[in-house]
């Protein structure tokens, strides 16, 4: 079972990749699940990914970085388990440390992970702002990503997007760092980049 | 870590429409726009993620999102043709500002709207 853990921001753009990516892995005739984290006592997200028809599974009313880091690894013991998924995402709140929600994972006692991908997502329209006054929960969420994925580049500007690489640079020097469009398709060397096992 | 205390205030409606006022997308975006305007002026709280998810009787969805009160509101889905009535649940996560006022500013805003459109209601569900 692979793992692919989506943090970043509250609105930085993490559904509107969980979504298409999970799609492509079901095409491609994986058994994909998505655990959703969200704040707030009913989830949105969880009921468009159903409309969806995609398998989810939702953790609400906290956070998988704390209060419902139990609940996290109960539902990945399930999923190996009961389902026998091929990948999981999880995406996280977005006000999850994933440092934390990382540390949580020794505690699952399923089939080992066969991988376990940390992506976090930064929104290059709002991270001047938020770097400012977010700082030890953005700087987090990038540095212990090995992936950053800069989204919303269909609506940012060439500044915008300039200033976010740098940052994520100066953050997180090893990380690779791709970007992403807000709407549409994700594109093929993205899908193979997080889905790298599914050839 | 510090730790980020955020105090979303979640609800559901029921929008109906009696005219032609407008394109659902347009309404749902207008209402989402002008909450995080309202929110940002209100104790210069940071909007966090208002988003929402409109659902339809005769199928279709919308999912409008909106971060800031200066970008557009994001929108996603589709509404069946010739549709009067939906169901909107929607969360606003804003940092600094309490449940409490969030309600208040929610309850405001679709007091506001409806009067503006006038042939739009908004029942609390």
């Known amino acids: 079972m692979h793992l692919l853990l989506f943090s970043g921001f509250l609105g930085s753009g993490k559904t509107s990749l969980v979504i298409p990516l999970s799609k492509a892995a079901v095409e491609s005739g994986h058994r994909a699940a998505i655990i959703v984290n969200e704040i707030g006592e009913i989830g949105i997200d969880n009921q468009l990914m159903r409309q969806l028809d995609l398998n989810v599974w939702e953790l609400v009313a906290g956070c998988i970085c704390c209060t419902l880091s139990g609940d996290l690894v109960a539902t990945l013991q399930k999923l190996d388990s009961d389902y026998a998924v091929d990948l999981v995402i999880v995406e996280a709140s977005g006000a999850a440390d994933p440092r934390n929600v990382l540390s949580a994972l020794p505690y699952y006692r399923g089939r080992p992970l066969s991988s376990v991908r940390n992506v976090a997502v930064v929104d290059p329209l709002r991270l001047p702002m938020l770097i400012e006054v977010m700082t030890p929960l953005i700087t987090s969420q990038i540095q212990h990503a090995d992936l950053i994925i800069v989204s919303k580049t269909d609506l940012a500007t060439s500044d915008q997007i300039d200033f976010a690489h740098r940052t994520a640079r100066e953050i997180n020097p090893t990380a690779r760092i791709v970007n992403a469009a807000a709407r549409g398709h994700l594109d093929a060397e993205l899908i193979s980049e997080l889905l790298p096992w599914q050839n | ?125």
């Open chain 2, 1 to 125: 870590m510090a730790e980020l205390i955020l105090e979303p205030y979640t609800v559901k409606q029921r929008w109906r429409l009696f005219g032609d006022v407008g394109e659902w997308e347009n309404l749902v975006s207008e209402f989402m726009q002008t909450l995080a305007r309202r929110c940002h002026e209100t104790g210069k709280g940071i909007i966090g993620h208002i988003k929402a998810l409109a659902l339809f009787p005769d199928g279709g969805y919308l999912r409008v999102s909106v971060v800031s009160p200066t970008l557009p509101a994001g929108v996603e889905g589709s509404v069946p043709v010739g549709c009067t009535e939906l169901l909107l649940t929607f969360n606003v996560i804003v940092y600094g500002l309490g449940r409490d006022t969030l309600e208040q500013l929610t309850y405001e805003t679709a007091d506001h709207l409806t009067k503006k459109w006038k042939e739009v209601t908004i029942e609390v569900l």
